[in-house]
């Protein structure tokens, strides 16, 4: 149990700090983990009341984030409603399209620049929020509309003939890929608003 409140220290202390460099970021948590470390090596059989007295020692992951952000010359990034805007058009901004057509395909484009242009996420957040999926929920859409196939029969000298155009994917194939689709911008939107509500100073 004392470790486990020890990580979900360092978790805390790492959120705090997620707009330090990484190499820097890294560097503080061990450092602050080698602390915290010794002071367990040199008390006998510590137990959560010894372990919350050293976290409170060694001090607030909040302070211990701001005095490091100011050692290091990081001005604190607070997100803006463009990043807000980022996390709705996304899943949501390729839907324009049905609303106003072609032009509607803007939504999402214009999430994708705010996303890119933030100074919130990771380059991996980006590469996420923009895999998975262009487009949002367009494109599970698109397949609800589109998706089956059409067959007419005619019969020809006696023969009858079968034509079918478009495709069908089997139920058990097409339904977990269509719920695919629609949670995995819904997950992403998510993961990238849970940076964003980080706790402000």
Partial sequence: ???????????????ELSDLPTARRRELIEEIRGHID?????????????VRNILDRVGDPADIAEEARERFGVRRVIPTWRDWTAV??????????????IVGTVGW????????????????DKVLGLLLFPGGLLLPLILLLRVGQVCLSSTTNGHTVESCSGYSLPPALGIPLLIILVVTPLVVAAHLASKLRRPLD
């Fill in 88 to 101: 709705v058009l996304l899943p949501f901004g390729g839907l324009l399209v049905l609303v106003v057509g």
């Fill in 1 to 15: 149990m004392t470790r486990q409140t020890v990580e979900t220290y360092l978790d805390r202390l790492d959120k």
């Fill in 109 to 124: 484009v214009l999430g994708a620049i705010f996303l890119l242009s933030s100074r919130i996420w990771s380059l991996r």
């Fill in 38 to 50: 010794e002071a367990l090596a040199a008390a006998t059989d510590p137990g959560e009341a010894d």
